[in-house]
T-cell receptor, first 114, second 113 residues
Framework: AQSVSQHNHHVILSEAASLELGCNYSYGGTVNLFWYVQYPGQHLQLLLKYFSGDPLVKGIKGFEAEFIKSKFSFNLRKPSVQWSDTAEYFCAVNAGGSQGNLIFGKGTKLSVKP | NAGVTQTPKFQVLKTGQSMTLQCAQDMNHEYMSWYRQDPGMGLRLIHYSVGAGITDQGEVPNGYNVSRSTTEDFPLRLLSAAPSQTSVYFC????????????FGNGTRLTVT
């Protein structure tokens, strides 16, 4: 069965630090990959997505992610985090089946200290 | 533009009670789904629908029923609530193109005592 692993449960950074959140998936075929963000008390919002083409994907709010097929990875990065980036981040994959059905990782909580 | 609307926002049930979580979208999306979110577990797919009259099970369907009589509405029914169903429930919809993202509702926080 497909699965998504997020390596960090909770990451604490100071403002202006760089961020990298790890995401690995298990599926050998074609995948569509997503990062969602959930601010405290809110619903999930799409940060960025990868379907095909350039493996370096740029999203909203200065986030980017790189798809490395050989490593089954889709890590999220941001060069300089802000206090407002405090949230929970979810990696997700759609691998076959209905295009809307996503498998989510368990999430990474990011706390940014001002 | 309301997007995906879920009601209620909060609900407390006693074990064995039944209830329906409502979900409506005004984007004419064919695809709709229900997820539950539990701490440390991420989101898990309960049921989904690719159009009116069509529903299918996701990863954790037991204890939940769904129906899709219209494109707009996709209610989730708990026939006999159990404490294990205490969770935050999110409804989502998706547009027709292959790269359309999921649009999530604001969630329903359900507690079963």
């Amino acid at each position: 069965a497909q699965s998504v692993s997020q390596h960090n449960h909770h990451v604490i950074l100071s403002e202006a630090a760089s961020l990298e959140l790890g995401c690995n998936y298990s599926y050998g075929g074609t995948v569509n990959l997503f990062w969602y963000v959930q601010y405290p008390g809110q619903h999930l919002q799409l940060l960025l997505k990868y379907f095909s083409g350039d493996p370096l994907v740029k999203g909203i709010k200065g986030f980017e992610a790189e798809f490395i097929k050989s490593k089954f990875s889709f890590n999220l990065r941001k060069p300089s985090v802000q206090w407002s980036d405090t949230a929970e981040y979810f990696c997700a994959v759609n691998a076959g089946g209905s295009q809307g059905n996503l498998i989510f990782g368990k999430g990474t909580k990011l706390s940014v200290k001002p | 533009n309301a997007g995906v609307t879920q009601t209620p926002k909060f609900q407390v049930l006693k074990t064995g009670q039944s209830m329906t979580l409502q979900c409506a979208q005004d984007m004419n999306h064919e695809y709709m789904s229900w997820y539950r979110q539990d701490p440390g577990m991420g989101l898990r797919l309960i049921h989904y629908s690719v159009g009116a009259g069509i529903t299918d099970q996701g990863e954790v369907p037991n204890g939940y029923n769904v129906s899709r009589s219209t494109t707009e509405d996709f209610p989730l029914r708990l026939l006999s609530a159990a404490p294990s169903q205490t969770s935050v429930y999110f409804c989502a919809s998706k547009g027709p193109t292959y790269n359309s993202p999921l649009h999530f509702g604001n969630g329903t926080r359900l507690t079963v005592t």
